[in-house]
Structure formats: structure tokens, C-alpha cells
């Protein structure tokens, strides 16, 4: 079983920050691309970011310059800073890793966390 939670979502004002975190925990022998994804009402799922484990990172052009990508490989965690949020960025943003569970396995299966809402606003 693997599991992805994700936490410290928020409300904050314009040009405010937050920082998400994000643990994947179970049995995991590797994870290779960690990243985050947020959903707006009415709008699919779209890629903020990602990071693979050698830590070159992947902007959308929306948030470059205001969102950084981090991990930590011992800590199988992935974290993001939003800076200077503006309301266009609220949205659930879920967190996803590409696992491979055993030593054996041969291909990285996609895991999702729940979710943690951002919401920027006055």
C-alpha cells in the first residue's frame, strides 16, 4: 500500500505565500518524477510543477518566478513554495509520484494524494 498526503494548504491574501508538503509513505523501493497538480472549479487538472530525483524541475508558465519545487529523497517528500499567490492560483492542488513498489517491479505506477485546497483572496 502507498499513500501520498498532502498539507499545508490555505486561505491567504494576494501577493501572500504558502508551502505545501507533501509524504508519500508504504512500500516504496524508488520514486523517480514527483510533482504537484491543482484543479480549479470548472477547469481539468493542470501540471504546476515537477522534480525528478536528480532535482531538475518543470514550471508551468504560469506560476514561473513565484513557485519553487523541492524534495527530499530520504524523506520521500516533495514540497512547494508559492510566493506572490494571486486569486487565479486557487484551486485543490494534489500531489503525485511515479513509484515503483518493489525491487522487482519494472515500471513506475502514478500515485495521487487527496488534495489540499489554496485559496487566495482579500
Known amino acids: 500500500q502507498v499513500q501520498l498526503v498532502e498539507s499545508g494548504g490555505g486561505l491567504v491574501q494576494p501577493g501572500g505565500s504558502l508551502r505545501l508538503s507533501c509524504a508519500a509513505s508504504?512500500?516504496?523501493?524508488?520514486?523517480?518524477?514527483m510533482g504537484w497538480y491543482r484543479q480549479a472549479p470548472g477547469k481539468q487538472r493542470e501540471l504546476v510543477a515537477d522534480?525528478?530525483?536528480?532535482?531538475?524541475?518543470n514550471y508551468a508558465d504560469s506560476v514561473k518566478g513565484r513557485f519553487t519545487i523541492s524534495r527530499d529523497n530520504a524523506k520521500n517528500m516533495v514540497y512547494l513554495q508559492l510566493n506572490s499567490l494571486k486569486p487565479e492560483d486557487t484551486a485543490v492542488y494534489y500531489c503525485?509520484?511515479?513509484?515503483?513498489?518493489?525491487?522487482?517491479?519494472?515500471?513506475?505506477?502514478?500515485?495521487w494524494g487527496q488534495g489540499t485546497q489554496v485559496t487566495v483572496s482579500s
Open positions: 508504504g512500500s516504496i523501493f524508488r520514486i523517480n518524477v
Open positions: 522534480i525528478i530525483s536528480g532535482g531538475t524541475s
Open positions: 503525485k509520484a511515479g513509484i515503483r513498489r518493489y525491487i522487482n517491479d519494472r515500471i513506475y505506477t502514478d500515485y
